[in-house]
């Protein structure tokens, strides 16, 4: 049976809805829950980025501009509702969000857009330094150093939805991350969205069947800071404080490291760098002061040898499944997953190790890490954890022969398939 | 007698100190097949880039169906009815054939830079994309990635993307440069078929090619129109065999 | 009077400071088109470098093996990261360094923690050199422009005495020309990328303990080192050092200066009513501008001026 495009695109939607809607029914806890929350804002922020990275050709290293400018404004108007000086819902809050976002964007891409490539990187991260300068140089608008606080449960509750209980907070963050990922999906498929692409590819050529790439590039900015001021205004409801933290260039490189990591290439990519970055993020935080470095490691490997991110590595996959030839790749993935794991551990055990000594833990106390009760101060666990690593590290790169061998063969039987 | 579809006006280029093109007159008619043909560093593909607005021009005019074109953005060209090809490969290697193909559709379409129309329910643009896709006799790899496509199919589908946006003046920047026998004979039969009816203007070397499709021949050497005329006046010109016909056997 | 002769030193120390940076990120920039993000962080190991050597040998030998420990770093780099991801573009290039600074920001953060180390100048420059006025100027300052302008010279006379340097000042304006003529520019890549990289070392060594040795002084130096580039111009290192001197001044001088436009109204005799809604912003002192100007002065740049003050091509 086959089902039309258009029809397996809705199945698809309402899978994802459905998806949104049981989460957090089934993970109870709070933590999942304020997690949940974060993701959501972060995959329209992270989807609104490739809107300029992965269909556009856009490389801009200040995105949290509008990002923040859009939760600032959120936030006023918040404030505003508060004090019943402005009668909008809560509901809705996220547009005033995506209008700031939009009317920045328009005003500085305007101007940013003139140029593409590596000056166009450059003039967005001025951008975003200036705005993020300016954000304490004027503490009456952005509220210092303590940032504008709000409060979400204002204006008069409607069906009993107050925005006091995370749950319903979730429920609106799951609404619009919905409805903008539909939105933003769709984009890709208009006229607009695929010259955009031709622009990534070949700008000059667009020139010669009649569209400006000045143009293209300027409008696609312009939507993608809507729908990154959508986020941000998501994001003063849920968190009820913005700082100048969420103009700076710390927001700007993480939503970049999201998209590159779920891969550029693909629509979905951002959406699974998105959910993958924001939970490492809480769950690595919370086992490990180390994380940063760790999180950082893992985005240097994926630039190294996996450029097209998460997404391609499971597109490449697409026809060995088709193939049913996943079980040629099962056992060597299997043994190389096991001894990159070795490899790991002796790695984290080594750094576990020098922050634990960095940070003055007590004399005679040991590291707990695996189970095992380490004593950094002794040499024993130091040449242990090296010699893990580094046996780890062999035996991964000789393992890594299997991996090559199993896919020559399954590339082999691909072609013979194709020939036929 | 109505305006020439393509008319150069003192046309000079420099880059630097060095003059390119020196002084390019040239009357293009409507629905003549026009061949520029010259020795390497004439500036047959300058004189393109100057025609479509790739470069600015140093002085000059360039005359589009008797209005004049010259300044005007290399877009504003193309909307006006040129198209033109390019001598390196020139298209979008991650869009696929078809896509490759509607992209050039879309704006003589006018859908412009729409964001609330969804291309694929387009159905005039879909069929006039698809009836190039065959045209160029590709319907075979209609879904392939430009880039993976071998080279005598990238150049078919150079032409394809050069004329779907309906263009009535074609510009094509050696179009068999690097092609087998055969597929040059495909490619002839390619761009017979394209310019039908249009107006059609192409810098080529190879003569066969050149005296089989061309009903006029301008001959380019150091940036200077040395004869323009129908083929056997050219064949049978002095000037031009000595300058460089004469050269090539 | 006073005021303004002891910030020009100052400034102009700082601006030489700045151009050891620049010098070296402008040659990586214009040769191999990749902006490193991850270059004022050799800048910092520089600092923590020299920190710890110099608590086992001193301060003396630690300014020549610090700088050589950061080059060799600075090649590997190259040699190892950037040529891996060179086949991805651009983008993965410029990726790769912005993950590169990141990592290093954590590794220092992991091996020497989140407080700035006790790095100190060495008592034998612990002096005034001389006294402007009422003044007295440290001699570390004088030192510090001392190496600077010994290391410059010295980068001078390589570039224009040596095969190789002929070579880097070809490739800085025409990339593709050198390597038609057949030399290895992978290994020059190699070589600037690493020369870069000492350089920015030394620069570390020498400012680390004039300012502070922080984990925050890489991304601090970094976004003006960067400014200073663009607004310079790629390709030119005349530019880089003209915009490293002029920034140079643009930073000491406007921290210093707390005056406001409101001040200015207010000497002119205009009062501004105090719930003016303008008149938050006229209260924005000059030094508050600090922050903000190179960055403006950069975009405001690119848009009038692509090609930077002294560039010879578009980025």
């Known amino acids: ?420 | 007698m109505s305006a020439p579809a393509l008319e150069l006006r003192a046309v000079h280029k420099s880059f630097g100190k060095t003059a390119i093109i020196n002084g390019v007159d040239l009357s293009i008619a409507k629905g003549e097949r026009h061949a520029i043909i010259g020795p390497n560093g004439a500036g047959k593909s300058t004189l393109f880039n100057l025609i479509s607005a790739r470069f600015p021009l140093t002085s000059g005019d360039i005359v589009l169906h008797g209005e004049p074109v010259t300044g005007l953005p290399p877009q504003e060209i193309n909307r006006r009815g040129l198209g033109r090809s390019f001598q390196i490969t020139n298209i979008f290697p991650r869009l696929s054939v078809f896509e490759n193909v509607r992209c050039a559709v879309l704006w003589s379409m006018g859908y412009r830079y729409s964001f609330w129309h969804r291309v694929s329910a387009l159905r005039a643009v879909r069929e006039r994309a698809d009836e190039v896709v065959s045209l160029i006799g590709m319907e075979r790899r209609r879904d392939r990635l430009a880039g993976v496509l071998s080279y005598a199919e990238q150049r078919a589908l150079e032409i394809g993307v050069t004329v779907a946006g309906g263009a009535d003046v074609i510009l094509l920047d050696e179009p068999t440069a690097g092609m087998s026998r055969s597929e040059t004979e495909d490619a002839v039969e390619l761009i017979r078929t394209v310019s039908e009816g249009k107006t059609l203007v192409m810098v080529e070397h190879d003569m066969g090619v050149v005296f089989g499709l061309a009903d006029r021949i301008s001959v380019l050497v150091y940036g200077r129109v040395l004869a323009s005329d129908v083929p056997t006046a050219i064949r049978s010109n002095k000037a031009v065999q000595e300058a460089y016909l004469g050269a090539e056997d | ?315």
């Open chain 1, 1 to 420: 049976m086959t089902l039309s495009p258009f029809l397996r695109r809705l199945g698809l939607w309402g899978i994802t809805a459905l998806v949104m809607v049981v989460l957090p029914l089934l993970l109870r806890q709070g933590f999942a829950l304020s997690m949940l929350s974060q993701m959501g804002i972060a995959v329209i922020f992270a989807l609104s980025y490739n809107m300029l990275l992965g269909q556009t050709g856009m490389l801009s290293f200040g995105h949290a501009v509008y990002y923040g400018l859009g939760a600032y404004f959120s936030a006023h108007a918040l404030n505003a509702i508060g004090a019943g000086k402005l009668g909008i819902p809560v509901t809705l809050l996220p547009l005033v969000g995506g209008v700031a976002g939009l009317s920045f964007g328009i005003v500085f891409g305007y101007v940013t857009t003139k140029r593409s490539g590596t000056p166009f990187a450059m003039i967005s991260l001025g951008i975003a330094e200036m705005v993020a300068a300016c954000a304490l140089m004027f503490p009456g608008f952005f509220g210092g150093e303590g940032g504008i606080a709000t409060n979400r449960q204002v204006g008069s509750a409607w069906l009993g939805i107050t925005y006091g209980p995370q749950i319903q907070v979730y429920y609106l963050i799951a609404g619009w991350c919905l409805l903008s990922m539909i939105a933003m999906f769709a984009l890709t498929h208009t006229p607009l969205g695929r010259m955009a692409n031709a622009v990534r590819d070949n700008a000059e050529r667009v020139r010669f069947v009649g569209y400006n790439p000045t143009r293209i590039r300027f409008m696609m900015l312009c939507l993608s800071t809507f729908f990154a001021g959508v986020a941000g205004g998501l994001g003063a409801i849920n968190y009820e404080l913005v700082t100048a933290e969420n103009v700076g260039t710390v927001v700007s490189g993480n939503v970049l490291v999201m998209a590159f990591i779920g891969g550029v290439g693909h629509f979905f990519g951002p959406i699974i760098g998105a959910v993958l970055v924001s939970f490492l993020q809480s769950a690595l935080s919370s086992y490990t002061q180390a994380w940063l470095l760790y999180f950082g490691l893992f985005f240097m490997v994926m630039v190294l040898f996996a450029p097209g991110g998460m997404a391609s590595l499971i597109m490449i996959h697409a026809p060995v499944v088709r193939a049913k030839r996943m079980g040629t790749l099962a056992l060597p993935y299997l043994v190389s997953g096991l001894l990159a794991l070795v490899m790991l551990a002796g790695l984290v055990g080594l750094v576990e190790m020098i922050y634990f000594l960095e940070t003055g833990a007590e004399v005679g106390k040991p590291l707990k890490l695996f189970g095992l009760a380490l004593m950094p101060s002794t040499t024993g666990p130091w040449v242990g954890a090296m010699a893990v690593m580094l046996g780890g590290a062999a035996a991964f790169a000789w393992s890594l022969r299997l991996v090559r061998d199993a896919w020559a063969r399954v590339h082999a039987y691909l072609q013979v398939q194709e020939g036929l």
């Open chain 3, 1 to 315: 009077m006073e005021f303004f002769v002891v910030q020009l030193l100052n400034s102009l120390s700082y601006g030489l400071l700045l151009f050891m940076l620049s010098s070296g990120l402008t040659l990586i920039f214009s040769m191999m088109g990749v902006l490193n993000f991850a270059h004022a962080s050799f800048y910092m190991l520089g600092a923590y470098f020299a920190y710890q050597i110099s608590r086992y040998v001193g301060f003396w030998p630690a300014l020549a093996i610090a700088p050589l420990l950061v080059g060799a770093l600075g090649a590997m780099t190259e040699r190892f990261g950037l040529r891996t991801v060179h086949k991805y573009g651009h983008v993965a290039e410029l990726l790769f360094t912005f993950g590169l600074f990141y990592l290093i920001e954590e590794v220092v953060h992991l091996v020497w923690g989140r407080a700035p180390v006790d790095y100190r100048i060495p008592q034998a420059l612990d002096f005034a050199a001389f006294t402007i006025f009422s003044t007295s100027y440290p001699a570390y300052r004088v030192f510090m422009m001392g190496v600077s302008v010994a290391m410059l010279l010295g980068l001078f006379l390589l570039l224009t005495r040596t095969r190789i340097g002929t070579i880097i000042q070809a490739s800085l304006t025409h990339p593709h020309m050198v390597e038609a003529l057949g030399h290895d520019v992978p290994r020059i890549f190699m070589l600037v990328f690493g020369g870069g990289a000492a350089l920015a070392g030394v620069a570390g060594v020498i400012g680390g303990n004039a300012f502070v040795t922080e984990p925050g002084m890489a991304s601090a130096v970094g976004s003006i080192v960067f400014v200073v580039v663009v607004f310079g111009g790629m390709g030119s290192l005349a530019g880089a050092f003209v915009a490293s001197l002029f920034f140079g001044a643009i930073q000491t001088y406007t921290v210093a200066m707390d005056y406001s436009l409101l001040d200015l109204a207010a000497r002119l005799g205009m009062g501004i009513a105090a719930d003016s809604p303008v008149r938050g912003l006229l209260s924005v002192s000059v030094a508050q501008t600090a922050p903000v100007l190179p960055y403006l002065l950069m975009v405001l740049m690119l848009i009038v001026r692509p090609t930077g003050l002294m560039g010879t091509r578009e980025t």
